[in-house]
T-cell receptor, first 114, second 110 residues
């Protein structure tokens, strides 16, 4: 089956620093990747949709200057949380989709901002 | 935007009983309806999905029904087992963008 990886699996950083999270599709080419945020005991909230080679489309309420998304290739998308603050602490999950409907999720990255 | 409502938020059943989780959505142009199972601290796992041109789909103990007119779809799990305990999310997709329901915490008591 399709495999999506994320790196790192967890990260702790100081307030004000930036953190980059990578999402890779390992055995297929992802035309579209999605980034979600999930707070404890809550649902997944779609943050943005990224297509390879074009700018990401952000959901309403998500600051594009704070959550920088780059989708440089068909197998890699990155999310950079800039000037992170404690309220950004969350579980960030990416998913990747090829040509069909199915999305394959990465294992998630737990971000803790001190 | 799309509004997805999921009920119930928690569900407790005895092993062997059936469990039903329901979702409604607002955008009639939505065309893909997956269901995910998420265990604590892990990624969501697709368990079954249905497209808008199909009314029902079954995979062993799991089935999904879709009523496009009423804009609701349901997950049915029969002969539940303790390992079915998890959080289940319905989702609705249009043009590839997926919106998730709030989730249902299913507990199967042995």
């Amino acid at each position: 089956g399709a495999v999506v990886s994320q790196h790192p699996s967890w990260v702790i950083c100081k307030s004000g620093t930036s953190v980059k999270i990578e999402c890779r599709s390992l055995d297929f080419q992802a035309t579209t990747m999605f980034w979600y945020r999930q707070f404890p005991k809550q649902s997944l909230m779609l943050m943005a949709t990224s297509n390879e080679g074009s700018k990401a489309t952000y959901e309403q309420g998500v600051e594009k200057d704070k959550f920088l998304i780059n989708h440089a290739s068909l197998t890699l998308s990155t999310l950079t949380v800039t000037s992170a603050h404690p309220e950004d602490s969350s579980f960030y999950i990416c998913s990747a989709r090829a040509m069909g409907y199915t999305q394959y999720f990465g294992p998630g990255t737990r971000l803790t901002v001190l | 935007g799309e509004n997805v409502e999921q009920h119930p938020s928690t569900l407790s059943v005895q092993e062997g009983d059936s469990a039903v989780i329901k979702c409604t959505y607002s955008d009639s142009a939505s065309n893909y309806f997956p269901w995910y199972k998420q265990e604590l601290g892990k990624r969501p796992q697709l368990i079954i999905d249905i497209r808008s041109n199909v009314g029902e789909k079954k995979d062993q103990r799991i089935a999904v029904t879709l009523n496009k007119t009423a804009k609701h779809f349901s997950l049915h799990i029969t002969e539940t087992q303790p390992e079915d305990s998890a959080v289940y999310f319905c989702a609705v997709s249009k043009s590839g963008r997926v919106r998730f329901g709030a989730g249902t915490r299913l507990t199967v008591k042995p």
